[in-house]
């Protein structure tokens, strides 16, 4: 099952919610997906990636085979670590991971004494 972390910026009243676990809009929609979470770095790695395995498979039928795989496999690995990347870009951004005293985390709306 997937856990939801939460994340805010410091000094603003922003909250982020980030999926852990597998994102299967990093596997289906590839750079869209980064683009839509303003991840401009790796959007533009994705779809350098993209296109050049896009390319590869139109040098022929054994190239074409090794594109589809090598395609397959980048799409499960941006799937894999799509929501990992996310996090550790709102990170780098400033935002920090919502945590109780006890070092549990918590949703943005929940109060605690």
Known sequence: MQETLYL??????????VATGFSWGALLLGFVWALSKRMWFASFVM?????VLFFA??????????G????????????????EWHRRT?????YTLLQDAGGDRISPGARHS
């Open 8 to 17: 805010r910026r410091p000094g603003k009243d922003e909250t982020v919610a």
């Open 57 to 66: 498979g139109l040098w022929g039928e054994t190239a074409g085979l090794i």
């Open 90 to 94: 709102l990170e780098r951004r400033g």
């Open 68 to 83: 589809l795989v090598l395609s397959v496999v980048f799409g499960v690995a941006c799937g894999a670590y799509g929501n």
């Open 47 to 51: 779809f350098g990636i993209s296109t």
